[in-house]
């Protein structure tokens, strides 16, 4: 619960500076309607909805209010124009996002198992998402930047690693911040991606991991330990999503505040982290305490899963307001 004594003001450049950016994939994503294994047989299918955890993010953090603006690459598909239509509706800065004449926009292919799993078709390195260059319309939105968001399933593509090493040195230069999520297995780390990962740690203000993934960031055992050894370096606060669990505040000063969840009945967890990450990001920037930075990312995560779609349940404020307001929170 909020502790109301507890300094919470955070050092994430205000969101006056300039937009918060992110850098990565888009794509569309079709699921099927039935629970089943695989793609071996002709189902019924939905879709496409917009989509890419870079996506997610900056839409999140575009609908609660915040400046928002995103590097990426479509094609001069339907798919793409979808993508790009949403995120500029919902208020995100689209001028970055360039058009493929040659390549499709990325795609994926959904089909949940009895047991909650899924299994994945995936275009994503053959498609225009993986076209990820510092073109000039890209290099003008990092100059106008206030805030970083990296994810860690860039580490992947190499391209993007320019962008990014561009991009910090720009954006804290200019007095600017930086953002992690993690989601990176400790099985996919190792040589040159564990050796960008550390360097990324050493410069991220805030991190936002997902259960375990505080252990591979700190590289210890337990809580206590792990956000230790992440405050001796960059990190000034983490925002640890727990899932059912809700979600915990960790400060440099040593403060800590723990949300309850919100009790929804989970019809697509794709895009939970994400809009938790995208709400919280730019509540900080907005200038709101943690505690209720907490709240609206538990609540935006919560809605994004009640609903069908990777980012049909982000929520503006006033929608988020509401949904606070009306739903239940786990254990109580």
């Known amino acids: 619960m909020p502790v109301a004594s507890i300094e919470t003001r955070t050092r994430l450049a205000p969101d006056a500076l300039g937009p918060t950016i992110v850098v990565g994939e888009i794509l569309v994503e079709i699921m099927a309607r039935t629970r089943g294994v695989g793609f071996l047989e002709p189902i019924d299918l939905i879709g496409p909805f917009p989509s890419g955890a870079p996506a997610i993010f900056i839409d999140q953090c575009a609908k609660i209010g915040g400046a928002a603006g995103i590097i990426a690459s479509v094609g001069d598909d339907d798919f793409g124009r979808l993508n790009v239509e949403r995120l500029r509706r919902d208020g995100a800065d689209v001028s970055a996002i ?8 990325g795609s994926a292919f959904v089909r949940y198992r009895a047991d909650g799993s899924r299994d994945f078709v995936y275009n994503i390195a053959k498609s225009a998402a993986g076209l990820l260059a510092l073109t000039a319309d890209a290099k003008a939105m990092i100059a106008r930047a206030g805030h970083l968001h990296v994810m860690g399933t860039a580490l992947a593509i190499p391209e993007v690693w320019a962008i990014l090493d561009h991009a910090i040195g720009i954006i804290k230069g200019r007095g600017g911040s930086i ?34 993934e505080l252990f591979v960031a700190g590289k210890a055992d337990g809580e206590a330990a792990a956000t230790a050894a992440l405050f ?51 509540s900080r920037r907005l200038g709101m305490p943690a505690a209720m930075a907490l709240e609206y990312a538990n609540a935006a995560g919560a809605r994004n899963v009640a609903v069908l779609g990777p980012m049909e349940g982000a929520g503006s404020r006033r929608e988020l307001d509401a949904f606070i307001a009306t739903t239940p929170r786990h254990g109580v």
């Open 98 to 105: 360039s058009v493929s004449p040659d390549y499709p926009t």
């Open 179 to 212: 953002s992690l999520d993690p989601n990176l297995r400790k099985e996919l780390l190792g040589g040159q991606t564990e050796e960008r990962f550390a360097r990324l740690i050493d410069v991220a203000d805030l991190l936002l991991p997902s259960g375990d």
């Open 232 to 282: 001796g370096r960059a990190v000034t606060e983490i925002a640890l999503k727990r899932g059912e669990g809700g979600s915990t505040f960790f400060g440099a000063d040593g403060s800590r505040i723990d949300c309850q969840a919100f009790a929804v009945d989970e019809v697509d967890p794709t895009g939970a982290g994400d809009c938790f990450g995208g709400a919280y990001v730019a």
